[in-house]
Structure formats: C-alpha cells, structure tokens
C-alpha cells in the first residue's frame, strides 16, 4: 500500500475517534498487552464531551454532562479515574409555560386537569409496554417490528392520543430526549430507545432519572484522565480520510501520518462513518445503514448570573415550555451554587431554524424566552455561552444519530456487524443507554472484545 511518504507507524489495532467509545475501546485493549493507536481528528478528546471553562473559570459542560442510575459503565469509569459525582439542583417548584401561561408546579408532571393527568400516565404505560417487546440486540426482530418501523412517532401520537397537551408533552419528549421531531423518528426507534435506557420516566427524570448527577471537574475530565493513561497511544489533530485493508492488514491514513494495523475500530457516529473514503468500498448494505441515520440538532446555551437568583424564589431552574427558542431548562451552577447557571437547550425544529441566524438574534430570542420564564433578571446574565453541534465538523449534529423509518428493519444488522478488519464502535451501536456516554463505553468495550477475540484466533 502506497501511503504517500506519510510517516507510517505500526501497531495491532488502530482506533478512530477519541470520544469515550475510542477511549474505552483502546483502553480494554492496552489492559490486555495490546499494541493501539487512537487517531483523534481534534486537538482534544472526549468528542461530545467538552468541558471548558467560562470567563470567570466556572466549568461549563457544552456537550454530554449527567450521569443516571443503572449507567454502570460510566460509573465505572469515573470511579477508576477519580472523578466523583454531585446532585442536580431539584430543589423548588418547577415551571411549564404553555399558550401564554406561566404556572410553577411541585413533582415530575403538572397535575392540571385529571383526564390529561391520566392520559399521560396511560400513554407512558402503552409505550412503556410496547418497548418492552424491542429486544435491544436485534429491535427489527421485535414481534411488531414492521409495524412499528413503518410509521413516525409523529403518526403514532395522532392515531393514539386524544387530548392536545398530552401530544404536545410527548413532542416535547421526543424534543428533549432525540433533539429532532417526532415526523422525524421511526416509532420503532423510539421504542429501542426508551427499552436502551430503562424507561421513558428514566429518560426524562432527574431524580431516579438520567439527568440526577454532574461530574465534578465536568464530563470530560473523565476523558482527559482516560487518554493520560493512554499517553501516546493517543494522536490528536489526525483526521482520517481514508481506509484500506487488505491481506496483510488496515492501513488507516490521515494527512500527516498513516497507521498500519491488523484490526481497526472505527468510533464515530454513522453518519461521519459514512463519510470515509474505503479501499474497497464497503458493501452497499453498510454505506446505505449510514445513509440513514442522520444526527440530531442541538444548540446547548449556558447563561451565567451572580447568583442563582431563582432559587431564593422557590423555582428548580427547570422549565418546560410549550413554544419558543428555549423549552427545556436546567439550573446547572456549580455545586457551589456560585455564579448561578442556567442551561437551556435550542432542539430539533427549533435549533434548526436559529442555527441559520445570527448569534446576536439567537442570543436576544434565548433570553427574551428566559425572561418569559424567570423574570427581567434572566434576561441579563454576565456571560452567555452557546454550542452548535450542527457546526462541528467532527460531530454534525447531536445528541445521536437516529432511526428513520425503515431504518432499524432494513439495515439494523448492518450496524455492528465487522467486515473484514473494521469493527464498529460509538454510541449509536449500543445497547443499552444508546445514545449516551454510557452507551459509548458500551460500544467501545465491546468493540475491544470482538478485537481481542479476531486477534486470539489469528495468533492460534
Ligand atoms: C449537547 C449534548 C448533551 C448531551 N447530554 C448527555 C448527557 O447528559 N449524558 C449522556 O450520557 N450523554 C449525553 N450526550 C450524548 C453523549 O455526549 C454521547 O452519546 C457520547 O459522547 C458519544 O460518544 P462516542 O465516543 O460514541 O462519540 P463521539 O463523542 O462523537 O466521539 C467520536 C470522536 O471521533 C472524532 N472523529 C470524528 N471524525 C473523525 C475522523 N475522520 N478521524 C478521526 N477522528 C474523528 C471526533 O472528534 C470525536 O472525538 C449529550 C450530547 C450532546 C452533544
């Protein structure tokens, strides 16, 4: 293989991609003597997860931050690198903002009229009980997979659920939890997802939920200690373009440098997956998976105050508003509770439509919602701070990659399944906790066993 006078290094297996499904891939492998090199297209690793600090030197986490119960691997990982956990701030009242009307309320839902109250209860209970039935491994084997991949979560709601705010709520969900729409997402999807991650008051939930704790030092500090261990096995600013394997192994190229390997994990979303140059090129069946899984859209914002001004008024910082730029929101200060923090997601539709325009409108649209929501106050923070993931290069959108329909029944065995040396890791491939950090250890785990085992048999 010809690489160009590049300079070329050795090793058993090559990684592309440093986020924590790179990183917990190459970290199993050199626990287990293996030779890893982990090519990172950034200055930086952790991927989704991004840690920096505002002017003030409070750390803001503009990508993936909470941990939840039953995300064991995470667990895991951040107690074997040191990094410890502190609760959301969930105290106070809540606020729901709907059709002009602001009202706080204590507890998971607003208990307004007792027929909506009931159909929320009820839809949950249905969807909980469909995505019982989705085996995690193999969704399109689900007994009414076909079904369920032929229609939108979208067309779903409109054949199921009667009452309007009950529709909006599950839009909201489908808003917060996939940062797209429900026309955009397969039924069937919806449902692996919410079996993935335990179940849909899981996913949504703060306490019991996926978004009860915080890492001290922010998500990425678990890993930056991750790649210290890693030390050089780890090369930042190496995007790779191209990919050739062959009888004598994978070659694996970037501009500056190329690596030669027997197995390779490619650790990156689908959708960017798709986007390498393959030598040969990979099956139509595999390039057509990555067709279909498009990337979510979110823009996190993070507005900084003196204090958390809210909580002296009895309110949780959290929000759930049925319109406007901003309709989700967390108090995300620091354990400290100095400055206060608001976080404020700009989903699907909505991050959409504002990605296009200016910071400065998008900034005025964000607070004015803020100040609809907390009060004058809000409308005045010390630093505001945004991230569009739509616009990073090496992500393209977040917080997943996601199902269409037809996706999951038509190309779901394509996701893991290697061909040849190339194994595929990242968290859209998991299991369980698809979709989130945890899920990305997953992926990157397994990924390493499926390595160590090609290896195991080639040596014997
Ligand atoms: C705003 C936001 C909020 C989120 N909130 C949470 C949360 O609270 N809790 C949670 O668990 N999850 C959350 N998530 C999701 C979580 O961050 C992701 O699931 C997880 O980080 C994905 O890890 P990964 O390793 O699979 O992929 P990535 O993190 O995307 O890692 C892929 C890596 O590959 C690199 N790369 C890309 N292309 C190339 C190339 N050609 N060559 C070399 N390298 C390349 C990228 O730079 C990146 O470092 C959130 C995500 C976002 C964006």
Not at 330 to 350: H, Q, R, T
């Amino acid at each position: 293989m010809n690489t160009h006078e590049k300079p070329l290094r050795q090793a058993a297996v090559a990684v592309v991609g440093a986020g924590f499904a790179g990183l917990s891939a190459a970290r199993a492998l050199m626990a287990a003597g293996v030779d890893v090199v982990v090519l990172e297209a950034r200055d930086r690793v952790g991927g989704r997860s991004f840690t920096r600090p505002a002017s003030d030197g409070t750390l803001i986490d503009l990508g993936g931050q909470w941990i939840g119960p039953t995300q064991d691997r995470l667990a895991a990982l951040a107690e074997a690198v040191g990094v410890t956990t502190f609760h959301t701030y969930n105290e106070g009242h809540n606020i729901e903002y709907r059709n002009g009307q602001r009202v706080t309320y204590a507890g998971a839902i607003p208990m307004g009229d007792p027929l909506v109250t009931m159909e929320v209860v009820e839809t949950i209970l249905s969807l909980s009980m469909m995505a019982s039935e989705v085996p995690l491994d193999a969704p399109w084997t689900a007994p009414a997979a076909d079904e369920w991949d032929s229609q939108t979560v979208a067309s779903w709601i409109m054949q199921n659920v009667q009452s309007a705010e009950v529709r909006d709520t599950l839009s909201l969900a489908v808003q917060a939890v996939f940062s797209c729409e429900p026309r955009d997402l397969s039924l069937l999807h919806f449902l692996f997802y919410i079996h993935s991650g335990g179940n849909l008051n899981q996913l949504v939930g703060v306490v019991g939920g996926a978004q009860e704790r915080r890492f001290h030092g922010g998500s990425q500090s678990i890993a930056n200690k991750v790649a210290h261990e890693l030390g050089e096995r780890v090369v930042l600013n190496a995007p790779v373009h191209t990919i050739t394997q062959n009888d004598e192994g994978v070659l694996i190229e970037c501009d500056t440098l190329a690596i030669m390997a027997q197995q390779a994990i490619i650790a990156i979303p689908p959708a960017l997956a798709g986007r390498l140059r393959y030598r040969p090129a990979l099956p139509g069946y595999r390039d057509q998976l990555t067709q279909r899984m498009p990337m979510g859209t979110v823009i996190k914002v993070h507005c900084l105050y003196e204090t958390p001004f809210w909580r002296a008024e009895g309110l949780s910082g959290q929000v759930v508003s049925y319109d406007g730029i901003i309709r989700v929101t967390y108090d995300n200060s620091p354990e400290s509770g100095k400055p206060g923090v608001l976080l404020a997601f700009i989903e699907g539709d909505e991050g959409r439509t504002w990605g296009r325009r200016s910071l400065e409108e998008r900034r005025a649209a964000a607070l004015a919602c803020l100040a609809r929501y907390f009060g004058e106050q809000a409308a005045h923070p010390f630093e505001y701070i945004e991230q569009n993931w739509a616009e990073e290069e090496y992500t393209r959108g977040c917080y997943a990659g996601i199902m269409p329909p037809g996706g999951w029944i038509s190309y779901g065995e394509a996701l893991r399944a290697p061909i040849g040396r190339l194994h595929w890791a990242g968290t859209e491939t998991a299991t369980v906790w698809n979709g989130y950090l945890d899920g990305a250890i997953q992926s990157g785990e397994r990924a390493a066993a499926e390595v160590l085992d090609t290896l195991h048999h080639v040596a014997t």
